[in-house]
């Protein structure tokens, strides 16, 4: 409808700028035809004019694939340009309202499109997530990609930067939270003051971590592994950071220590004071292994193994009691150095064990080579036992699969005897979980571990 008679309205006159864009841009990105990263700051700018006098809004969805390294390392450089190409193809023929389609990196895109509300924008959103994560070949492997996705919509009086910031930033929240989901950025005007916060708090958990460090703020609880016969398999170490008689989050904490390095510094406090609690179980009578979690940063150092050696004499355990324990993605990491460290720890008779498995990119050329000890189904394929059988067929090939191999099956995240009983019908070797005992500090460990002896 017109504004007034022969006149267009608003929205007419917001599609006609939608419609000129590509056109003004002759420079696109070769292997999707999308608008490059500099094109797309300039068509944010043009769209954005006049935001007070119309009554549909711009919204910015930032997509992230997650994961996308894999595909590269795994397949090729050339293999992965093909997935992106197919994957912007997706993203063109999800939207169907006037857009102006974006690059903004390697594996990274933006969508500008009108709506009415933020309700229209999350569910346009919500269809990229489905359209992206239908299966495709590569390379004769069928893959299930995902995305992490941001949305920010257009406020008044807002520079496009800022726009386009917030929703990049809505969207490495998405990705803070285990990605394959949204995020939706608030309606702060004022960005730069929000970009100003989350700095300052980012230095405020740094500084944090440092004390932790130094004065004892951090601790490891414990959560028991426990296998088909009822006995406890193994425990697993996971972090915990202490402030000011208040506990962070290790969402929190964990992102700010990769980004500064520190994860290398808490990575070895964590295998020395591992070492040092499946000691005393040794000692108590109760011998039992200890999976603590390593990060890529660690395996990336040249010092890892000094790490590793020192953690053992320190504490006096024997090596075969300490399992590291990695995710899916960095288990398949084809980096010389993370393999030369993989290879080193399994001869000095430390475990290895794959977490997380499901949720990456497996390749399965590579699982065959791997020295695992034990694989880790991911809590999601969990959650829906037992009454879909789909989940329950996956978790039994996966079981199969990983046994065939030589490797004991743990299923993570149990919460109920219903889930346990599908799980034990699948085959799978061990489960951990709520429904067996949530993690628990140190002392705690040794009194729960003390009853179960006693019974």
């Known amino acids: 409808m017109s504004d007034s008679p022969g006149h267009p309205s608003s929205e007419e006159v917001l599609r006609r700028r939608f419609d000129t864009i590509p056109a003004a841009n002759p420079t696109l990105d070769p292997v999707t035809g999308f608008l490059s990263r500099t094109a797309g700051l300039q068509a944010a700018a043009v769209?954005?004019?006049?935001?007070?006098?119309?009554?549909a809004r711009l919204?910015?969805?930032?997509?992230?694939?997650?994961?996308?390294?894999?595909?590269?390392?795994?397949?090729?450089?050339?293999?992965?340009?093909?997935?992106?190409?197919?994957?912007?193809?997706?993203?063109?023929?999800?939207?169907?309202?006037?857009?102006a389609l974006l690059?903004?990196?390697?594996?990274?895109?933006?969508?500008?499109?009108?709506?009415?509300?933020?309700?229209?924008?999350?569910?346009?959103?919500?269809?990229?997530?489905?359209?992206?994560?239908?299966?495709?070949?590569?390379?004769?492997l069928l893959i299930r990609p995902s995305a992490s996705i941001g949305i920010a919509l257009e406020q008044v009086g807002e520079e496009p930067?800022?726009?386009?910031?917030?929703?990049?930033?809505?969207?490495?929240?998405a990705k803070r939270r285990g990605g394959n989901r949204l995020a939706l950025s608030g309606d702060e005007l004022?960005?730069?003051?929000?970009?100003?916060?989350?700095?300052?708090?980012?230095?405020?958990?740094?500084?944090?971590?440092?004390?932790?460090?130094?004065?004892?703020?951090?601790?490891?609880?414990?959560?028991?592994?426990?296998?088909?016969?009822?006995?406890?398999?193994?425990?697993?170490?996971?972090?915990?950071?202490?402030?000011?008689?208040?506990?962070?989050?290790?969402?929190?904490?964990?992102?700010?220590?990769?980004?500064?390095?520190?994860?290398?510094?808490?990575?070895?406090?964590?295998?020395?004071?591992g070492a040092r609690c499946a000691a005393r179980l040794r000692a108590l009578g109760t011998p039992t292994t200890m999976a603590i979690n390593v990060s890529r940063a660690q395996l990336l150092s040249p010092r890892f193994m000094h790490a590793l050696h020192a953690a053992l004499v320190c504490a006096?355990?024997?090596?075969?009691?300490?399992?590291?324990?990695?995710t899916e993605s960095l288990f398949l990491d084809l980096s010389p150095t993370v393999q030369a460290n993989l290879r080193s720890a399994r001869e000095v008779g430390v475990g290895?064990?794959?977490d997380d498995f499901g949720?990456?990119?497996?390749?399965?050329?590579?699982?065959?080579?791997?020295?695992?000890?034990?694989?880790k189904l991911d809590r999601s394929f969990i959650a829906a036992l037992p009454g879909d059988r789909r989940s329950f067929a996956v978790v039994r090939s996966m079981t199969r699969l990983g046994q065939e191999l030589g490797m004991a099956v743990v299923a993570e995240g149990v919460e109920n005897h219903s889930q346990l009983a599908a799980l034990t019908e699948a085959g799978v070797d061990a489960s951990q979980g709520f429904h067996h005992a949530r993690p628990m500090p140190e002392h705690g460990l040794l009194k729960w571990m003390a009853r179960r002896a006693e019974k």
């Open 103 to 140: 690059r903004m990196g390697g594996d990274e895109f933006v969508v500008l499109a009108a709506v009415r509300d933020r309700s229209a924008a999350t569910q346009l959103a919500r269809q990229l997530l489905v359209e992206i994560r239908l299966p495709l070949t590569v390379d004769e």
């Open 316 to 326: 006096d355990v024997p090596a075969h009691l300490i399992e590291l324990e990695l």
């Open 47 to 55: 769209l954005m004019a006049d935001v007070g006098a119309r009554q």
């Open 59 to 99: 919204c910015a969805i930032w997509l992230d694939i997650d994961r996308f390294r894999q595909v590269n390392e795994s397949f090729g450089h050339a293999a992965g340009d093909g997935v992106i190409a197919r994957i912007a193809e997706r993203i063109r023929s999800a939207i169907g309202l006037p857009c």
């Open 190 to 273: 004022l960005t730069g003051r929000l970009g100003v916060q989350l700095a300052r708090e980012e230095l405020a958990i740094e500084s944090t971590l440092h004390a932790a460090l130094e004065n004892g703020g951090l601790r490891l609880h414990f959560q028991p592994i426990i296998g088909r016969d009822g006995r406890v398999e193994a425990v697993e170490a996971l972090m915990r950071c202490y402030a000011g008689g208040h506990q962070i989050a290790p969402a929190r904490f964990i992102p700010v220590a990769e980004k500064t390095g520190l994860i290398i510094r808490l990575g070895e406090w964590s295998l020395l004071e």
């Open 161 to 173: 930067a800022a726009w386009l910031e917030r929703a990049d930033r809505a969207m490495l929240e």
């Open 359 to 375: 949720t990456g990119y497996s390749c399965l050329a590579n699982l065959k080579d791997l020295s695992a000890s034990k694989l």
């Open 352 to 354: 290895l064990a794959i």
